[in-house]
């Protein structure tokens, strides 16, 4: 965003930073694939100060947005252009989560070195403020930099930190955890067209809400964005489609912790699918939600008529005694396949989330828990996570706390390396397990299955292709999980992670030239191998429709019989809970009881 005519101009340079992979290169492609909303949030709110002349009218604003994973940092162009307007600016890194947080200040030493204004935002500052009794170590070394750390939300609090930083006069910290504002008519996320267009399918993204109502002890969502729902109006999302639809930008991805909880998700629901079915808007949407969605009266339904194409859901775990020592009572197993039918039968495709490492788990139990999956759950995709005190939740205090060992290097709090010890399991054992649960759940055997469930339930098979191709693939042949894959991988020899050597160049381009050979050389027969089963998978539904347990519809006496009900004493005792509740909730009123009262 650039505005001519006044006297000064504010460079405001916003950026998200990656992180680094295990050989210290920034995790950069040429599209990558989740957009960053954080990014959208705080470039919203700088545009509309610099449209209301927050630094008064003989000021304008030179705004530029970043997203690292998919776009190079160039430092020292971003301290020439500070030098050029007289040091009058601010870079914000936004959005930095923990695994992010090394980049960012690799990022800050040289702008700071160079008198460049900084401040550092996001969950990693927001979660240890708020959780911590004192300031760890990596938040002093920011300080001792000479950065400003910003924690909470900048709704509000935009202004300020613009005014500040025009004067010269930064706080050390921003501290807003305990006063998180309203969301209702604050200006809505927002990219420019070229920074979304180097996302996949120029997918958008937008929070409608912020908050969760439960209390699960791994996630920081509830210590860094409350427990209380607080939302956009309907009125604020239409506004927010309709911008983006006059840009050419159809794709969304709602950034919700859980949208289903979200309490105005029927009045969104509504107002875009009228957008769709009478204005022929072609909005397309990507949503998380709980294991319980499908509980809530007409919410598949309509998440299916607005567009929804691909949910995630935090199945987390399928033996209830991992899932209350997480705290995460909502979720049942009774429901599993329940909410799994529902979504298949709307044709929308299903990601589940999955954690390693909870206390009671072995990699015996693991195997097992992956095989009853594959069996028994009509799952599209599944994903796996190693279980991360990350900072700012619960877990993570429990075991700072405690003085409990956990990993210094921040850079591997991304949930794809171990970081702390785990009861049964060695640290070789726990990353075997992981790299195991990859290839057992993504065969060529399973995939097949998945190809033949979704041309069972009508599924578009193309679409389910590109999703099985990234997830199937992203950790064998680039290295990385899949929600940090992308397009392209693009990296440059002299962004390195500082301490390992910066490669000679005799040495680095022959090896990075075999290695964009060889892996689109594996990416391109894993693609065709991949088609060869969706398009077996497509004759034979042709020829006989295709049926097993998972797609078998759900009934009473099931939970005798099938393993994941049965399959240890934790998920029969939890079965026979679910019965005695169900029993209690459905028990006939005595007419003697009414009489009493």
Not at 466 to 476: D, G
């Amino acid at each position: 965003m650039v505005a001519t005519g006044a006297a000064r101009r504010f460079q405001l340079v916003l950026i998200k930073p990656s992180h680094y992979d295990d050989d210290g290169y920034v995790i950069q492609w040429l599209r990558s694939s989740i957009p960053a909303n954080s990014l959208a949030c705080v470039y919203a709110l700088a545009a509309d100060a610099a449209e209301r002349q927050v630094l008064g009218p003989d000021v304008a604003f030179d705004i530029t947005a970043v997203d690292e994973t998919n776009t190079r940092i160039k430092v020292a162009d971003i301290v020439a252009r500070m030098k050029r307007h007289g040091g009058f600016g601010l870079v914000g890194l936004v959005g930095v989560q923990s695994n992010q947080f090394p980049r960012a200040m690799d990022i800050a030493r040289p702008l700071r070195a160079a008198g460049v204004p900084v401040v550092i935002g996001g969950f990693h500052v927001s979660g240890q403020l708020a959780m911590l009794p004192e300031r760890p170590a990596d938040l002093q070394e920011a300080l001792d930099l000479g950065c400003t750390l910003f924690a909470g939300e900048a709704e509000g609090r935009m202004d300020r930190v613009l005014l500040d930083a025009a004067e010269g006069r930064l706080q050390p910290i921003y501290d807003y955890m305990n006063d998180l504002p309203d969301l209702e008519s604050a200006p809505v996320p927002f990219l420019p067209t070229e920074t979304v267009g180097r996302v996949f399918d120029h997918h958008a993204s937008f929070d409608a809400g912020r908050g969760c109502p439960f209390q699960c002890s791994f996630c920081t969502i509830i210590n860094v964005q409350g427990r209380k729902s607080r939302r956009r109006t309907p009125d604020d999302v239409e506004a927010l489609i309709r911008r983006h639809w006059a840009h050419g930008i159809k794709r969304f991805f709602i950034t919700d912790d859980n949208f289903a909880r979200n309490k105005d998700w029927e009045a969104i629901f509504d107002r875009i699918i009228k957008i769709r079915e009478e204005e022929r808007i072609d909005v397309r949407l990507i949503i998380q939600v709980d294991t319980l969605c499908h509980k809530i009266e007409n919410f598949i339904e309509k998440a299916r008529r607005a567009g929804v194409t691909r949910v995630f859901i935090g199945l987390e775990n399928i033996n209830p005694a991992n899932l209350m020592a997480a705290n995460k009572r909502q979720n049942k197993i009774t429901e599993y396949r329940k909410m799994l039918l529902a979504w298949k039968h709307a044709g929308v495709l299903t990601y589940a989330g999955y954690i390693l490492g909870f206390p009671g788990d072995t990699p015996d139990s693991i195997r097992a828990d992956i095989e009853i999956i594959k069996r028994e759950l009509p799952l599209d995709i599944l994903e796996f996570f190693f279980l991360t005190p990350l900072p700012g939740s619960e877990d993570h205090k429990t075991l700072w706390t405690k003085g409990v060992a956990m990993d210094p290097d921040m850079n591997k709090y991304d949930l794809e390396h171990v970081t702390t010890a785990h009861p049964k399991m060695s640290k070789a054992e726990w990353e075997a397990i992981y790299r195991e649960a990859w290839k057992t759940y993504y065969t060529p055997e399973h995939a097949l299955t998945i190809f033949r469930r979704g041309a069972a339930t009508g599924m578009g098979l193309s679409r389910l292709l590109a999703v099985l191709f990234i997830f199937s693939a992203a950790l064998p042949i680039e290295r990385v999980h899949p929600l940090q894959v992308g397009g392209g991988r693009m990296k440059s020899r002299r962004d390195r992670r500082p301490g390992l050597p910066i490669e000679p160049i005799w040495s680095y381009y022959p090896k990075r030239l075999w290695e964009i050979v060889s892996t689109h050389a594996r990416l391109g027969a894993h693609w065709v191998a991949l088609d060869i089963l969706r398009r077996k998978a497509k004759r034979e539904q042709a020829k006989q429709p295709y049926t097993d347990i998972a797609l078998t519809p759900v009934t009473d006496d099931e939970t005798e019989t099938l393993d994941i009900f049965t399959h240890n004493e934790d998920a029969r005792r939890n079965v026979a809970h679910v019965r005695k509740i169900d029993a209690l909730t459905h028990q006939p009123v005595q007419p003697h009881i009414i009489a009493a009262e």
